[in-house]
């Protein structure tokens, strides 16, 4: 059973650009979240996402973050126009369809923006 | 509520010792707890979790002690090996949500 998937592994965007973060969860999950980390410091929760619906978003800033988990595919975490407060790794998690379930991460995408 | 890091804390053990890895959490309402052990450049890696109705539970070489009257939590690790070596954060979620709150994190040192 294959784990949390998330591509790329490494991004490098220059400011201004466009960063795309995708996140496959482990088979059978149907809860995705997207947690961010900086250096030297805990992960922070930033959305959480069920098939075609955001459940929680308190963590997300309110401008250029956007995220979303079709009906098929993978989730997409979405930065427009990125500034350099915006490097950081992004780590997607996933856990099963009932409530209270432990949540599984991925590797992490780490996002430079130069 | 959320820590702010700063420089990690650092716990040094040789090989062969007992670790034991401390965290405290703010909100009396968090119902459910978990440590995740993190290695440089990946994600990530769940350790053991507990919920609110049990104060100790434990896995294979790891055991997870819980105390709600002082809100604390922490981890225990028997006969620590270099491959032990990482960070560990623990996290916790408020009743009726999803979302986990994580800890700055320790970091673990094992010296063979």
Not at chain 2, 23 to 35: E, G, P, R, T
């Amino acid at each position: 059973n294959a784990g949390v998937m998330q591509n790329p592994r490494h991004l490098v965007r220059r400011r201004g650009q466009e960063a795309r973060l995708r996140c496959s969860p482990m088979k059978g999950h149907s809860h995705v979240y997207w947690y961010r980390q900086l250096p030297e410091e805990g992960l922070k929760f930033m959305v959480y996402l069920q098939k075609e619906n955001i459940i929680d978003e308190s963590g997300m800033p309110k401008e250029r973050f956007s995220a979303e988990f079709p009906k098929e595919g993978p989730s997409i975490l979405r930065i427009q126009q990125v500034v350099r407060g915006d490097s950081a790794a992004y780590f997607c998690a996933s856990s099963p369809p009932s409530k209270g379930e432990t949540q599984y991460f991925g590797p992490g995408t780490r996002l430079l923006v130069l | 509520g959320e820590s702010v890091g700063l420089h990690l804390p650092t716990l040094s053990v040789q090989e062969g010792d007992n670790s034991i890895i401390n965290c405290a959490y703010s909100n009396s309402a968090s119902d459910y707890f978990i440590w995740y052990k993190q290695e440089s450049g990946k994600g990530p890696q769940f350790i053991i979790d507990i919920r609110s109705n049990m104060d100790k539970r434990q896995g294979q070489r790891v055991t997870v002690l819980l105390n709600k009257t002082v809100k604390h939590l922490s981890l225990q690790i028997a006969a620590t090996q270099p491959g032990d070596s990482a960070v560990y954060f623990c996290a916790d979620r408020l009743t009726g949500f999803q979302k986990l709150v994580f800890g700055t994190g320790t970091r673990l040192l094992v010296s063979p």
